[in-house]
């Protein structure tokens, strides 16, 4: 799709909207075997070196970035902003996706122009009604770990409320005892 947009991106309508912009393949990015930073399967050294080259936006289809806590923690330390396709473009094939994301590209620069260094935003698997519509965004941080914390964080409570369930259960079995006691001892004395 990159290829796409850059045989566009001379179009007098795209360079109105957009003639900051340039658009480059991550592949360009991507370290060799031979190359120090090189980690099989990671995209962690591009982001930096596309980082360091200048790059401060990604459009990527690879929602697992936004997953994997190192390749996102790279996301966030670098300062990118990055575009994710919802999950619904990936069932669709070659022609679709670049003419939904043309049809986007106005709504995207627009977003790119105020959005924040290290925000993460998807592009809507729709095709937008107005050039009002928005992409949405999503957060940056790791949504289980979040969870996590926010157990860990509830325990103390959730152990104060079960251990003051089980005095209420206790205090309710020891009146419950205390009668059948009571109507044992009036019966015996029957």
């Given amino acids: 799709m990159v290829k796409v947009f850059q045989t566009f991106a001379s179009d007098k309508q795209l360079l109105k909207l957009s003639a900051d912009l ?15 930073d ?3 399967r990671n995209d962690v050294p591009w982001i ?7 790059g401060k936006v990604i459009v990527s289809g690879n929602t697992l970035m936004k997953v994997n806590s190192h390749e996102r923690l790279a996301l966030v330390e670098e ?27 106005p709504m995207i620069v627009k977003q790119l122009k105020t959005a924040k260094p290290s ?12 050039e009002s519509a ?18 860990k964080a509830d ?21 419950f005892k205390a009668a059948d006691r009571r109507e044992s001892s009036q019966n015996e004395a029957r």
């Avoid at 930096?48 to 200048?54: H, P």
């Avoid at 300062?79 to 590209?105: D, R």
């Avoid at 325990?155 to 079995?173: M, S, T, Y």
Wanted: aromatic content about 14%; proline content about 7%; hydrophobic content about 35%.
């Fill in 79 to 105: 300062g990118m902003i990055v575009l994710f396709f919802e999950n619904a473009w990936n069932q669709w094939g070659y022609f679709h996706k670049c003419s939904l994301l043309l049809h986007w590209w």
């Fill in 22 to 36: 340039v658009l480059e393949k991550a592949q360009t990015y991507y370290p060799k075997p031979s190359d120090p």
């Fill in 48 to 54: 930096r070196r596309f980082s360091k080259a200048g």
């Fill in 38 to 40: 090189y980690l099989r």
């Fill in 155 to 175: 325990q103390p409570r959730i152990r104060a409320e079960r251990a003051a369930k089980r005095q209420k259960e206790q205090e309710a079995d020891d009146l």
């Fill in 134 to 151: 928005k992409l949405r965004s999503v957060p940056n941080h790791d949504l289980k770990l979040e969870k996590i914390e926010r157990q």
């Fill in 119 to 130: 925000s993460f935003w998807h592009i809507p698997a729709t095709w937008p009604k107005t």
